[in-house]
């Protein structure tokens, strides 16, 4: 059995937002904590438009893909291609 048509895996680097659990702390204390953090992930790229990017982790020979991550476009800061057919960066 052969996997259906292929899309690329990327590697996407992107900032995540940040936020504090503790709520009755001194906030000079965990100023540093409440910073936007980069971050990379990779994975099956499945959809790429002005509104977001989303990767899976798996795919099966079937056609279904598992474990979606949709990150908002404002976030992503650079898509590279890791295998399969080319796509625009960024």
């Known amino acids: 059995m052969a996997f259906p048509k ?10 995540d937002s940040a936020s504090g659990a503790n709520t009755w702390n001194i906030l000079e204390s965990h100023a540093d904590q409440l910073k936007p ?11 790429k438009d002005r509104e977001a990017v989303s990767i899976m982790q798996s795919q099966s020979v079937s056609g279904q893909y598992t474990d979606a991550m949709t990150i908002p476009r404002s976030c992503v800061r650079k898509i590279t291609v890791l295998a399969g057919k080319k796509a625009a960066r960024g």
């Open 6 to 15: 292929s899309v690329p895996i990327v590697e996407v680097e992107w900032i």
């Open 37 to 47: 953090l980069p971050c990379k992930s990779a994975g099956y790229l499945v959809r």
